[in-house]
């Protein structure tokens, strides 16, 4: 199809349907420019909003903490004195390990080993977890029976609480046999940093 328009119509028609497209970039562009202000408008009234509830909250905390005031002085006061008698508490079951280990040393009897030492304050009761070797069961059975000699002064009860000799060892060794002993001693051993009267050694 030819086109026989006169070329200042022609450009007319150009020029009407560019206008057209910029009348619709420059309406899109104002409704993207409207939707960010209501956008931004909006996060504002929301942060205000925000700030104000904060803020009440805030003068809320402050007065429910005045009121409390008091109630908290006397629950520090409730909560020091506890705390001071589960100190005392604590050092009435504190062990010296520096009495007891020389002692439990002279008691050990031929063959074996001791192997540790250690607390246990469960069920409020201080016990001494004692962990040894020996070179066979009758040794490892002496040390128990050493511990609960009365002569020898060291615990009101000792249990057995395992004894165990495996018969392969995968590397031979001397002491083959495991012992573990559980102990408590007497309310007024020398070994206890306090004892039951309240004097500290």
Known sequence: MINLLPPDVKESIVYARRNSQLRRWIVGSLAGLVGVVLVILGGQVVI?????DYESIVANGKEQLKQ???QQTLKQVSSIHDN????????????????????VGQVMPEGTVLEGLSLNTENEQTAVELTASAKDMTSGSQIHINLMDPRNNLFKKADLENIN?????????????????????ATESEFLLMNSRGESK
């Open 165 to 185: 000799c495996p018969a392969d060892q995968p590397r031979p060794t001397e002491y083959p046999c495991s012992v573990t002993i559980r102990a408590l001693p």
């Open 48 to 52: 205000r909003l925000s700030i104000s």
């Open 68 to 70: 409390q005031d008091q």
């Open 84 to 103: 001071f008698k589960l100190v005392v508490d604590v050092l009435s079951r504190e062990i010296l390990f520096s009495k007891l280990l020389p002692r």
